[in-house]
Structure formats: structure tokens, C-alpha cells
């Protein structure tokens, strides 16, 4: 990962603010996170402004978050970051950013859920409230909602630098998860809404549940299967069954095997994020690394993977 050349600072947030909405410029600022792709900076109590620190970065992604998540989020049962301000490229900050609201909480991958049924049900219910068919004018998503075998090539070099890393000690029994998923039919319903990251990072958490859910920017239509993967990395063991009990319309075997495909993918990806921050590589986040490796045991040890699990 290579970051933007212009450091940001308390002081460039404070004037991009007075320059563009200068009604909120007295209000205190403060860092809040760093996350993988945008920088977080608390606007007072209630708002955040966030702005987006990696070249190459898609920034239609924070436009997308402004044009399509208000709209969402009143039907959502679980809190979300809603767009309020957009800002303009300017020639302090070259790239558009914006200020949402701020939801307290602690990103999973620091505070993991140990309330696992509570937060099961709640992850059903925020995913069966999204999952709904998207208009003809939803955004695509750019590697995920759709077909696993667009995504081959991706996991055999996935299994191939975990493998040469040591992080998975079964090569095989993670391949035998993604060719029964890769396998599976393909989902044949209308495109629905999806989420598209949740990953522990996206996910916060209070008192051991979930208590919200950030970083819309990979928002599209597509597969549900990709959000149900979810279930495998954010729940602790033994929570992915509640998970698929309380989740509306029931979820057929071929999904659910889909699933599983995508929860293998995103757990290797979990760990190899993970392992580039232990060894010091640009970009990398250690504690990617924990549910990563959790993510992988449940699915190798849980039944053979062309059973409906």
C-alpha cells in the first residue's frame, strides 16, 4: 500500500472543514482511527470526517456511501456512519471526503464478539433487513457478489502464499471448502443490496455484541452469499447456526455452500493481511490476523463441506 503524499493532520481536518463547512469549523478535532483505507477524525461528539489515504483507492467509494447510504440506513436495525456533508478536491486535499455521523464502539478485530447468539441474531437481522433487490441503478461490485469462479485464481495464489508462509498447516482441506463452494449452483434470484466488506474491522462491538456497522464503500448489488460468509469470520464457535436460524428467507444449501467458499477466501486474505503487519510489510494489520485464523479451524473442522452446515 502506498498513502497519499499529503499528511493529514488535525489542522489540514480543522481547515478543510472552515474552508467547505464553515458552520462546523470551531468544533474540537481529534484522530479517531486509521483504518485500511481512509483515516477517521472525530468532528466533535457526534461527527467524523473522514478522508481517504491510499493512492490508487477507488474514490467513487465515498461517493457511492453519500449517494446511496442515507436512503438505507433508517431501515437498518443496527447503527451506521450517515453521509452528512460531502467535500470537493480542493488544492489543499486533492481527493473528495466526507463527514458522517460518529458510532461509538470498538472495531471487532480489537474487541471480538463473546455474546454469540445475541450477536448472531443481530447480524441476521441487519443482513435480512439489507438484503433487499437493488433498482437497476445499484452499483456493481467490483470483485465480489458475483460468481466464485471469477475469484479462482485469487484463492489458489492465496493457498499457495499462505502455504509458503506456514499460516495454514492443510492446504487441502482448505481447497476441499472453496471446490465444493466453487461447485455449488450459482445464485439464480435478483441482485440484492450487500455490504460487501464485513470484515471484523467494519464491524463494532459493545459489551460483546455487535452495536454497528461502518465503511459502506464496497456497497453494490449481488450474491447475499458474500455478506453470509460474514457469519464464519465475525461469530465466535458454535454461533453460525443461530446466525442462519434467525436470517429471513431461509437460506438454501447451495448459498450457504457459497458461503462457506467466500468465508475461505476472506480468511486467507484475514490471514495474509495479518501476517504482513506481524513482519513489518507496508499496510499490514496484525489483528487481522486472530479471526482469520479462527474463521479457518471453524470451517475445516465443522462437517465435510458438501454437507448443509
Known amino acids: 500500500m502506498t498513502h497519499v503524499e499529503v499528511e493529514i493532520t488535525a489542522e489540514l481536518v480543522r481547515e478543510l472543514v472552515r474552508d467547505q463547512h464553515p458552520d462546523l469549523a470551531d468544533r474540537p478535532i481529534r484522530l479517531g482511527a486509521l483504518g485500511w483505507s481512509n483515516q477517521l477524525w472525530r468532528l466533535g461528539d457526534d461527527l467524523a470526517v473522514r478522508l481517504p489515504w491510499v493512492v490508487g483507492d477507488n474514490d467513487e467509494a465515498l461517493l457511492k456511501e453519500y449517494a446511496w447510504l442515507p436512503a438505507h440506513a433508517p431501515g437498518l436495525p443496527l447503527p451506521v456512519p450517515v453521509p452528512q456533508r460531502i467535500g470537493q478536491p480542493s488544492a489543499r486535499f486533492p481527493r473528495p471526503w466526507l463527514i458522517t455521523t460518529w458510532l461509538p464502539g470498538t472495531p471487532a478485530d480489537q474487541a471480538p464478539v463473546t455474546r454469540g447468539k445475541d450477536a448472531a441474531e443481530s447480524l441476521a437481522a441487519f443482513l435480512t433487513a439489507l438484503h433487499q433487490p437493488a433498482p437497476a441503478g445499484a452499483p456493481a461490485g467490483r470483485d465480489r457478489g458475483g460468481p466464485l469462479a471469477d475469484r479462482a485464481g485469487q484463492f489458489a495464489a492465496g493457498v499457495a502464499r499462505t502455504t509458503e508462509r506456514g499460516l495454514i498447516a492443510d492446504p487441502d482441506a482448505v481447497r476441499a471448502v472453496w471446490h465444493d463452494a466453487v461447485t455449488a449452483p450459482p445464485w439464480t434470484g435478483p441482485p440484492l443490496w450487500i455490504h460487501a466488506d464485513l470484515h ?49 428467507p431461509t437460506v438454501d444449501a447451495a448459498t ?25 510489510r507496508p499496510g499490514g494489520k496484525p489483528t487481522w490476523a486472530p479471526p482469520a485464523r479462527a474463521a479457518l479451524r471453524r470451517l475445516i473442522s465443522t462437517a465435510s463441506p458438501a454437507c448443509d452446515v
Open 200 to 248: 471484523p474491522a467494519n464491524v463494532l462491538t459493545t459489551d460483546g455484541t455487535l452495536s454497528g456497522v461502518i465503511d459502506f464503500g464496497d456497497l453494490c448489488a449481488g450474491d447475499p452469499a458474500y455478506d453470509l460468509s460474514a457469519a464464519w469470520v465475525l461469530l465466535p464457535d458454535g454461533a453460525v447456526d443461530d446466525f442462519y436460524a434467525a436470517y429471513q
Open 256 to 280: 450457504r455452500r457459497r458461503a462457506r467458499g467466500w468465508a475461505m477466501a476472506r480468511a486467507l486474505s484475514g490471514l495474509i493481511i495479518g501476517d504482513n503487519g506481524v513482519h513489518g
